[in-house]
């Protein structure tokens, strides 16, 4: 499973992004998985930002709640987390990571990074 982010860009304050995550080696589209945004600050540790699974089930860590959505288009190939009112606090290298061995009823979280096996390589946003 490969997984390269894209979108991330220097903006101002109040502005969005769209982060993409573009998923080959992998048949996403005919399987169960649990997809996730986490966002790391050199000097801090890594914080899960949002997560989706197979399903359409969705969550958000308290920070992107009501500014940041997580999507998938429909082929499931391509991962985006719409980033809009944003803040210098979001400023980090965002990165998609990829459990393609979820299935339905377990947890799909940002809260366990743990369970995700794949990482892209990252994506800069900075906000000022």
């Known amino acids: 499973v490969q997984l390269v982010e894209s979108g991330g860009d220097s903006v101002q304050a109040g502005g969005s992004l769209r982060l993409s995550c573009a998923v080959s080696?992998?048949?996403?589209?005919?399987?169960?998985?649990?997809m996730g945004w986490f966002r790391h600050v050199p000097g801090e540790e890594r914080e899960g930002v949002a997560a989706?699974?197979?399903?359409?089930?969705?969550a958000y860590a308290d920070s992107a709640t009501g500014r940041f959505t997580i999507s998938q288009d429909n082929a499931k190939v391509t991962f985006y987390l719409q980033m809009n009112s944003l803040k210098p606090e979001d400023t980090a290298m965002y990165y998609c990571?990829?459990?393609?061995?979820?299935?339905?009823?377990?947890?799909?979280?940002?809260?366990?990074?743990?369970?995700?096996?794949?990482w892209g390589q990252g994506t800069q946003v900075t906000v000022s």
């Open positions: 990571a990829a459990n393609p061995f979820w299935t339905y009823g377990a947890v799909c979280s940002y809260t366990r990074p743990a369970d995700f096996g794949y």
């Open positions: 080696g992998y048949t996403v589209s005919y399987t169960e998985y649990c």
């Open positions: 989706i699974d197979s399903h359409g089930g969705t």
